[in-house]
């Protein structure tokens, strides 16, 4: 059986906390979208959700990044989800209009996939220990989850080419000075300030709730069409031949491990790419 990877706690009717759990550094794979799509499709349907908390427990990691080994034939033939696209973006786009808010607690990396996952939330808490990051670049890939569609909103379109061109970690600090995130929380406090927030939302009249969100979507998200080519240009561009021998050095080197250069990754990839 294929293991749970969101475990969700319901607080209260109206206020859900999920954890993220998927291996020591909590990469995204095709069993990944699977259970998103399914999760999006319970908090879409349930008619007293007004808030819910993605968060992690493994230590150093939120969500690394999609997994380098991860069985790409099955999910390029995966069926359009509800909105036509492809599931992986489907998930992200009714993750960001979903009818409850939706808040990341972000403690330590979350980068490629995982940064595209914070994005479609409409609320990013990080402490001190988070690291985040569009690296694809670096592997010669043009980001597929709908980065270039959503950042530049956040953060303008200077420093939106700044980080995903340059590649690079964006430490938390910077995350929010730049917008990438809402602000920085100690991380000894993190937890603590995020729930009393999301108890504050859930305290609130569902309907109020949503229909503020709902106008404050059709100001500021994408429209659907802005994110299909960015899929269709990641799938032209991700695992190229000649890539693939850089891809290999970076597994060799600990990327999807926890003490690897996984810890460092946007440096080390900038760093080996320069070397002859």
């Known amino acids: 059986m294929t293991a749970e990877q969101f475990h969700v706690a319901e607080v209260s009717p109206s206020y859900w906390r999920v954890t993220f759990d998927n291996g020591p550094v909590n990469l995204m794979d095709p069993d990944t979208l699977d259970q998103l799509g399914a999760l999006v499709g319970r908090i879409e349907t349930d008619p007293h959700l007004t808030v819910v908390v993605f968060r992690s427990e493994t230590p150093g990691y939120f969500m690394a990044h999609w997994d380098f080994r991860a069985d790409?034939?099955?999910?390029?033939?995966?069926?359009?989800?509800?909105?036509?696209?492809?599931?992986?973006?489907?998930?992200?786009?009714?993750?960001?209009?979903l009818p409850a808010a939706t808040i990341s607690e972000i403690r330590g990396r979350?980068?490629?996939?995982?940064?595209?996952?914070?994005?479609?939330?409409?609320?990013?808490?990080?402490?001190?220990?988070?690291?985040?990051?569009?690296?694809?670049?670096?592997?010669?890939?043009?980001?597929?989850?709908?980065?270039?569609?959503?950042?530049?909103?956040?953060?303008?379109?200077?420093?939106?080419?700044?980080?995903?061109?340059?590649?690079?970690?964006?430490?938390?600090?910077?995350?929010?000075?730049?917008?990438?995130?809402?602000?920085?929380?100690?991380?000894?406090?993190?937890e603590e300030f995020t729930d009393a927030f999301a108890r504050r939302i859930a305290a609130f009249?569902?309907?109020?709730?949503?229909?503020?969100?709902?106008?404050?979507?059709?100001?500021?998200?994408?429209?659907?069409?802005?994110?299909?080519?960015?899929?269709?240009?990641?799938?032209?561009?991700?695992?190229?031949?000649?890539?693939?021998?850089?891809?290999?050095?970076l597994l060799e080197n600990g990327l999807q491990q926890p003490d690897g250069i996984e810890k460092d990754l946007g440096a080390a990839i900038g760093r080996l790419r320069q070397q002859p």
């Open 205 to 249: 009249d569902k309907v109020a709730v949503t229909g503020t969100k709902e106008l404050v979507d059709v100001a500021t998200l994408p429209e659907d069409s802005e994110f299909a080519p960015g899929l269709r240009a990641y799938f032209a561009t991700a695992g190229r031949p000649e890539h693939r021998p850089f891809v290999r050095r």
């Open 110 to 190: 979350t980068r490629g996939a995982g940064s595209e996952f914070v994005l479609a939330t409409d609320i990013r808490f990080a402490s001190e220990t988070a690291v985040l990051g569009q690296f694809e670049v670096g592997v010669g890939a043009v980001p597929g989850g709908g980065p270039m569609a959503r950042l530049g909103r956040l953060v303008g379109r200077g420093r939106a080419l700044e980080i995903l061109l340059g590649g690079d970690d964006i430490p938390a600090d910077l995350a929010a000075q730049y917008g990438y995130v809402n602000r920085l929380v100690p991380d000894a406090e993190i």
């Open 72 to 97: 790409n034939a099955r999910v390029a033939g995966m069926p359009p989800g509800p909105t036509g696209l492809h599931p992986y973006l489907d998930n992200f786009v009714r993750l960001s209009r």
